[in-house]
Each structure stands twice: as C-alpha cells, then as structure tokens.
C-alpha cells in the first residue's frame, strides 16, 4: 500500500471563503480523525461536517501538502501525516507536571473551597510541590516542601496505588511506621491491607492519620506511560468533610487528576507506540 500527498479531484467550484473560515474549516476536518478509523472518505468527511465536496477536497489537498494527512494510492482514502506524528511527539516531550497542573489545582481549590496540593514521591515521603489555600473559613494550610510519610497521608497512599501487597513489603520493609496521631497506621500489614481498599476504589483517604482534625483525600496522576508520577489532594477539617462530603471531594479529586493525566499524555501510549 502506497500514500502520497496528492488531492482527490475536485468536483465543481465553491463558494469562496475568509481565511480564519478556511482555518476553522481545515481544523474541523483534521478533527474529523480523532475516531478509531485509521482512513477516511473525502465524501464521508464532507457529508459530516456539512462542507460542499469541492471545498472539502481542497482543504484535504492543502492539509496533504503540509504533511497533516496523507492519501492512500489505491482507494483514495485519507489518513493522519507525519506532520501530526512530529507535533504530537513534541508536545509530549515539552510536558511539565508541575507546569500543566497549575491551573488545575487553583481551579480545583476554587471549586471545592478546601486546600488543594500536589505532591510527589521522594524516597519513604510524599513532598508538596504546589499547595494552593481554600477559600472557605479554617484552612489547613500545607505549607510548600512539606515531607509526609507515605503510609500516613492520602497522597501517599496514591503514590503507591499501583504496588502490589509483595512490592508494598519490599519497600515500606524498613520504614518506621512512627505514630503522628492515634489514628496513623503504625505497622505494615495494616498498612498493606488498607492499601487493597485504596486499589479498589481508586483514591485514598487520610483520617486523622497525619494531623488531628484533618481529613485528606488524593488521586493518583499518570504520565503517558502510565506511571504513577503525581498526586493530587484536597483537604479540609473533619467537622466540614463527613462522610458524603469525602465521597464528593474523592470523586473531584479524581477527575482533575485523570485531566492532568490526559494532558500529560495518558492513555495515548498506543498512538505513540509507547
């Protein structure tokens, strides 16, 4: 099977049009790609997008000859370019966690009202590298650079969401398990089975595990390799954050961190040949 950039044959003339209608038309069709099928029809694209088959068939020659689409000899269906391939990979390659999730967690913090952070794994702790204040009354307030074990913080417990129970021992086999409060978990196999409970529901929890009259919960974020390589938490006083409000903040914490993810290329590995 052979492509090339050249344009299907164009069937009568059509009206003219601005530029920026013309951009948002060839935007429109390279959109029209995002679908699980790897070709498509000039006819098929134009019908949907509601484009007479003359402008369409110009717009797939011009983005042809620029490399974002290219033409398969043998039935003259279309298909993504290399030109889509070399921007993709850039954008991957710029990604920056701390960059993208900024305006995420400022949003997040703004929503819910609570304490928003995002933290990362170093060694046996989780470190806050972005802390953005509630704004409701009594916030409290980790401050930026803050080290919290990961066996007694709901960004912790995310951090290591994707260890087995044999990867969790190996790891936390040394750590101290010091006690913060009376609720922090103070040896491994409680430690490893709460962590079953974290894996299943996709979020963990900190009860008082850290500071007296705090509850945390976090997300895990994933890089495009589906690495665990953040997490984000929002937290709050326990008389604010009962049960049915943990359950709201865990959902909201979820669908920020599965947002950074995307933007950080999650779930796009197959595309990359990752």
């Known amino acids: 099977m052979s492509y090339a950039t050249d ?3 164009d069937d009568g003339p059509a009206p003219r049009e601005s530029g920026t209608q013309a951009l948002d038309r060839a ?3 390279l959109l029209a790609f995002r679908g699980t099928e790897a070709e498509r029809k000039v006819s098929d694209v134009s019908r949907e997008l509601g484009l007479h088959k003359s402008t369409a068939s110009r717009l797939f020659r011009a983005l042809a000859d620029a490399g974002f689409l290219q033409r398969n000899e043998e039935n003259g269906n279309y298909r993504l370019g290399v030109t889509v391939f070399e921007l993709g990979a850039r954008y991957l390659a710029g990604l920056d966690l701390h960059t993208l999730a900024r305006p995420l967690v400022h949003r997040l913090a703004e929503e819910e009202g609570e304490s928003v952070n995002l933290s990362v794994r170093e060694g046996l702790d989780a470190i806050s590298i972005h802390v953005v204040q509630g704004t409701r009354n009594l916030q409290l307030v980790s401050r930026l650079g803050r080290r919290i074990p990961l066996w007694c913080s709901a960004a912790g417990k995310a951090l290591l969401i994707d260890s087995d129970d044999a990867a969790l021992r190996v790891m936390l086999a040394t750590a101290p398990f010091t006690a913060l409060t009376g609720n922090t978990i103070t040896d491994l196999d409680t430690f490893v089975a709460r962590m079953v409970t974290v894996r299943q529901q996709g979020w963990a929890l900190n009860d008082q595990e850290s500071e007296e009259g705090l509850r945390v919960v976090a997300a895990p974020v994933r890089d495009r390799h589906g690495r ?5 938490s929002i937290s709050g006083p326990i008389f604010r954050l009962g049960e049915a409000r943990v359950a709201e903040l865990a959902a ?3 669908r920020t961190a599965h947002e950074l993810s995307r933007q950080l290329g999650y779930g796009l590995g197959d595309v990359w040949g990752d």
């Open 7 to 9: 344009a299907v044959p």
């Open 27 to 29: 935007l429109s069709v």
């Open 228 to 232: 665990v390589t953040g997490a984000i």
């Open 252 to 254: 909201a914490a979820r």
